[in-house]
């Protein structure tokens, strides 16, 4: 079976202009050759940090953006060639509390756009009814949008994408900004749509999320797909080895470095805690580079030294930070 | 079918949700009581200069005011997608955009030709400027024609509004512009040449002239000519409008134009 | 009409010149050379009031937008003294307004403006813009409540250009009219800049009542701004949008 979403060496290239009388223009290359394929009923996560390309990547599979270069297809069409075809298929619900009319209550922002998806006037009150019960919004459909919270105003965003029942749904960050409790309920409604055989591309940036919900992950950073796999898979690509976290007050950079050229660390990673740091250091299976790692961090004021198995979280992290280091070098 | 409902449903639907001058406490300032006091400034400005009468500046000013309707509200329900962040949705839609777009212009007219009908019939009965019952249907066809000719321009705007970001300061220096070149308050006769040229171009001037002939008691057929020239017009700016929202969705896919707010 | 840019800059300046080019053209038409005189000086401070009454109405709703108003409340220094140089401040925005009106009025329509009182015309204009300003004040704490203020900042602008007499002599208005046009402090300041420029009459008694009015929208604000403040603290309705 040929897969529903298809994405073939995607490019997108942002040209931007700075200043206001001597006006440059710079080119930022924020999608720089990304593929994966979907298949039927899958659902398929796109994990990386803010600004990785994944929202841009979601804007080019759903019509809303031409690639600069690169092919993408859902359901065998080009999305280009045949956009208002795609159009009619797919489902698009994005993060965060704008995107609705704040004016008008929720049952009208949903009969619009079931004008809009030409939903036939005769079943839309029924299918809009089903919606907001299976959102959770049933009671408060005729409040003007403005009062509603973030956690609501998602549910809003997911009962629209859903209004012409399309078999492909896209989904950019659905939990952000959402309290937990509320982030829970929207995921255990994302896993009912999968349950109810949508394909669904999932983009976030919550590691737990992508760990709870998707069968396939593609790890983007700095516009590329750096890693690809099952949840599973792509932990154990590191579950073999080591993770030593070590507390600190103040590091330099050169310190760092210095503690990248361990033999056998394959990464390391600094993460700001209150006043201190924390030093995550990964490595190779068989390797315990807890003495060398102290040793160089000799005179570095430290806390709490750790050693641990590793999680999908360092899987990630690895994975980012490794990106990282070869875009810069 | 699924356009007839977006062209109407849609559009009214849109209207109520992107034009905020919907509220009372909007409403009667800014479209009731404002273009009173532009008519009752210019009939005593034309008093004291002793130029024309109180009838060719309520005629006048009472089209040329609905320019503020027909202007902020179609370029509003078009532009404002963007600043509300609800563009993107609309887009990926597969509906059909001629309906999609032009939908939004009608409840834009029947509001632009009621601020018009109010303005016209408030600043009278202040001034006690009398019509002839004969002109009342004639001069209600000129202020609904006028209005879509306006609405017309508008599209153009709102294409524009997609772009830039000071829209309201972009819709006040077109007022301005209309408020000198339409005639509304100096005949355009008495304008330097290049400026009656530019005036012929755009949308109110044949309707406003079409008006004080009515109100003067002309017939329908007296000024059909004017009628079909505003109408025209209008027709040119609108079909110039969507072309133009079109070219400018096509460049927001290619080159990302619409994405940042 | 809300946000402040140079593109707001550019229409606080533009908007004036639109009305006065069509006055101009109006009393060109109407053959007299005194009224365009009359006009222009009156055209050169419209756009002080504009600047001042668009912005009055929207001074206290743009920090709310912001979420700065509760910020400047409760900072020490007196709330209606932040206020008062704020609106004061855009007024004097109109002085572009007022250079910009009498240019255009020379160079496009050939107005030539005399200059009889040199010295009393350099009190009367900034005692005009000034007493603009704190009526400005006074409309922005009245004003305080309305969420949609705005929009009446905005409906005022054409009523005080007419009933202020800044295009056309009050004596064209009907009798109940007059003692409105006493109270507004823009239609003394209107006398005293045509009276310095024109040498018609003296200035001086006109800029004195304009400093009186000005005096009494301070005081008069003040006052409301303690008594509205004490009751939004109470009522909790600060932060509102």
Redo the contacts between chains.
């Keep these: 079976m040929p897969p529903v979403v298809e994405a073939i060496d995607l490019h997108?290239t942002?040209?931007t202009t700075t200043g206001t009388f001597r006006r440059r223009s710079l080119e930022v290359e924020a999608v720089r050759g990304v593929s994966f394929e979907i298949a039927e009923g899958e659902l398929f996560g796109l994990l990386g940090p803010n600004g990785a390309g994944k929202t841009t990547t979601i804007?080019m599979l759903?019509?809303?953006?031409?690639p600069t270069s690169g092919q993408a297809r859902v359901l065998g069409r080009d999305v280009v060639e045949d956009a208002?075809w795609v159009?009619?298929r797919?489902g698009?619900v994005?993060g965060?509390d704008?995107?609705?009319?704040?004016?008008?209550s929720a049952l009208?922002n949903l009969?619009?756009?079931a004008?809009?998806?030409?939903v036939e006037?005769r079943s839309q009150r029924a299918r809009i009814g089903e919606l907001l019960e299976l959102v959770g919004l049933e009671g408060r459909e005729k409040e003007r949008v403005e009062g509603y919270s973030r956690g609501m105003r998602q549910r809003l965003h997911i009962a629209?994408g859903l209004l012409h029942d399309p078999p492909v749904l896209f989904l950019d960050e659905p939990t952000i900004g959402v309290d937990p409790v509320g982030a829970r309920e929207l995921r255990a409604t994302i896993a009912g749509l999968k349950a109810a055989g949508k394909t669904v591309l999932l983009t976030t940036h919550y590691m737990f999320e992508a760990d709870a919900l998707c069968d396939r992950i593609g790890v983007v950073a700095k516009g590329r797909i750096v890693a690809e796999g099952t949840p599973r898979e792509l932990k154990e690509r590191v579950a073999e080895g080591v993770v030593v976290e070590i507390e600190v007050y103040g590091i330099e950079d050169d310190r760092v470095e210095a503690l990248r050229r361990i033999d056998g660390v394959t990464s390391v990673a600094v993460e700001d805690r209150d006043q201190a740091q924390v030093v995550v250091v990964q490595a190779e299976p068989g390797r315990e580079p807890t003495h060398d790692v102290l040793a160089r961090l000799d005179g570095v004021s430290l806390g709490r030294v750790t050693t641990r198995e590793p999680t999908l979280e360092d899987a990630y992290v690895a994975l980012v930070t490794e990106e990282r280091e070869q875009v810069s070098d | 079918m699924?356009s007839l409902?977006?062209f109407a449903?849609?559009g009214l639907?849109?209207f109520?949700?992107?034009f905020?001058f919907m509220s009372p406490w909007i409403y009667i300032p800014t479209l009731v009581v404002t273009p009173l006091f532009q008519i009752l400034l210019f009939v005593f400005i034309g008093r004291s200069a002793g130029v024309e009468s109180d009838t060719f500046y309520v005629v006048g000013n009472a089209i040329q005011y609905s320019s503020v309707p027909c202007l902020f509200a179609m370029t509003f329900t078009i532009a404002g997608e963007r600043f509300?962040?609800?563009l993107?949705?609309?887009?990926?839609?597969?509906?059909g955009r001629l309906p999609?777009f032009l939908g939004r212009s009608l409840p834009v007219i029947v509001n632009g030709a009621f601020v018009g009908a109010l303005s016209f019939t408030l600043g009278s009965l202040v001034l006690g400027v009398t019509v002839p019952a004969s002109a009342v249907a004639p001069l209600a066809l000129v202020i609904v024609l006028a209005s879509a000719s306006c609405t017309g321009l508008g599209l153009v705007l709102a294409g524009i509004g997609l772009r830039v970001r000071e829209q309201a300061v972009m819709l006040n220096i077109v007022f301005g512009l209309l408020l000198i070149f339409t005639g509304a308050n100096v005949p355009i006769e008495q304008l330097p040449e290049w400026m009656e040229a530019i005036s012929r171009l755009l949308p109110f001037t044949h309707a406003i002239e079409a008006g004080r002939e009515v109100v003067a008691g002309s017939g329908l057929g007296d000024v059909s000519g004017l009628l079909l020239r505003e109408l025209a017009i209008g027709v040119v700016y609108a079909v110039l409008g969507y072309r133009f929202l079109r070219f400018m969705e096509r460049q927001?896919?290619?080159?990302?134009t619409l994405?940042r707010a | 009409m809300l946000s402040q840019s140079a593109f707001d800059g550019l229409l606080a300046i533009l908007w004036p010149l639109f009305f006065g080019t069509v006055a101009f053209f109006m009393f060109r038409a109407g053959g007299d050379p005194d009224t365009l005189v009359y006009a222009s000086l009156g055209a050169a401070v419209m756009g002080v009031w504009t600047a001042t009454s668009v912005s009055a109405g929207s001074a206290l709703q743009r920090q709310r937008w912001h979420g700065t108003l509760e910020l400047l409340v409760a900072a020490p220094t007196h709330f209606s003294l932040t206020l008062l140089s704020m609106t004061v401040a855009t007024s004097t925005i109109g002085v572009y307004c007022m250079a910009g009106t009498l240019f255009w009025g020379r160079v496009v329509f050939g107005i030539e403006l005399p200059l009889e009182e040199p010295l009393a015309l350099a009190v009367a204009i900034p005692a005009t813009i000034v007493s603009i300003g704190l009526l400005g004040f006074l409309l922005s704490v009245t004003f305080a409540r309305y969420r949609t203020a705005w929009t009446l900042g905005a409906m005022l602008e054409y009523p005080v250009w007419l009933i202020g007499g800044f295009l056309v002599p009050l004596t064209l208005f009907p009798g109940w009219v007059r003692p409105i046009s006493w109270a507004l402090a823009p239609t003394w300041g209107m006398n005293a800049i045509r009276d310095a420029a024109t040498g018609s009459g003296s200035a001086w008694p006109d800029v004195a009542m304009c400093v009186v009015l000005g005096a009494a929208y301070t005081a008069t604000g003040v006052l409301l701004t303690n008594r509205i403040l004490f009751a939004a603290r109470q009522r909790a309705t600060l932060s509102l949008t």
């Design positions: 997108r942002y040209r804007k759903i019509t809303l953006l031409i208002h159009r009619e797919i698009y994005f965060g704008r995107g609705l009319y704040e004016r008008l009208d009969r619009y756009f004008e809009l998806y030409g006037p629209r | 699924t409902r977006i449903i849609g639907m849109s109520r949700a992107l905020g509300n962040q609800t993107g949705p609309v887009l990926v839609s597969p509906a999609l927001g896919r290619i080159h990302a994405e």
